[in-house]
């Protein structure tokens, strides 16, 4: 097996972390923020009590009221949350349910941040390609993708991202198995270490050319592997 330097330096994994739990801790906590705020604005009245409530017109009998008669009152927890988050509701149900909602959108908002932000460490722990002979095997967040070099379809492509008002392009390589239809793309540049190194480039190269005959596809993919070779790409 031939390990492919494709994967994050440790200084790197160190600044995932950091920046990750750092922006997923703010996005935790307006999620937090936003669940009490849709929770203390939130109606308890809004729905008619015969939803939670037997009728007895409907011949169900009285309401079971507990233990010694007592019936819970509806506006209970509006006090309770008034009196500890210092949240007071508007009177209105309708102006209740806005803020509510408002509530829940800062409370998904946040919580769609953090998992990002999470996801975000885990892939920068999990990236990871090697060279199994000629089958190159690329890990990403969930899953590991493999294809058979040897066999597949190659050709260079680039993976083009925007930071800030830079365009970063990384050379990719690109391929494809004509008789499964599976597609791996493997960078040919580090997270933060470059460009593979020329061993690794070699290595690339041999799995690619492994076996080629003279038709249009494998002429291109022997060109390929050369340029990997030289560095030309």
């Known amino acids: ?11 790197e994994r160190a600044r995932a972390v950091f920046s990750g739990l750092l922006a997923g801790s703010i996005g935790l906590a307006v999620a937090v923020f936003g669940f009490v705020f849709a929770h203390a604005f939130y109606p308890r009245d809004y729905f008619p009590r015969s939803l939670f409530q ?37 009177g209105s149900n309708g102006a209740d349910l806005l803020f509510a909602g408002v509530g829940l959108f800062f409370f998904a908002f946040g919580m769609l941040w953090t998992v990002s932000f999470l996801s975000m460490i885990a892939r920068t722990f999990r990236a990871a390609a090697w060279l199994d002979g000629t089958r190159a095997h690329v890990r990403g967040l969930f899953r590991t993708r493999s294809i058979d070099l040897a ?74 592997a050369e340029n990997l070779r030289t560095g030309a790409v």
Do not use: C
Not at 54 to 77: I, K, M, N, Q, R
């Open 151 to 224: 066999t597949a379809y190659v050709h260079q492509g680039a993976h083009t991202v925007r930071i800030g008002h830079r365009v970063v392009s990384t050379p990719t390589l690109e391929a494809s198995d004509p008789a499964t239809g599976a597609k791996l793309t493997l960078r040919l540049e580090g997270l933060g270490s470059g460009r593979l190194p020329p061993n690794e480039l070699r290595a690339l190269a041999d799995a690619m050319s492994r076996g080629r005959g003279g038709s249009d596809n494998d002429r291109d993919v022997l060109q390929l």
């Open 54 to 90: 037997v009728d007895p017109s409907e011949g169900g009998g009285a309401p079971y009221l507990g233990p010694e008669g007592f019936e819970p009152s509806v506006s209970y927890s509006s006090a309770f949350e008034s009196s500890v988050f210092g949240i007071h509701g508007t």
């Open 1 to 11: 097996m031939h390990t492919l330097s494709v994967g994050a330096t440790g200084e």
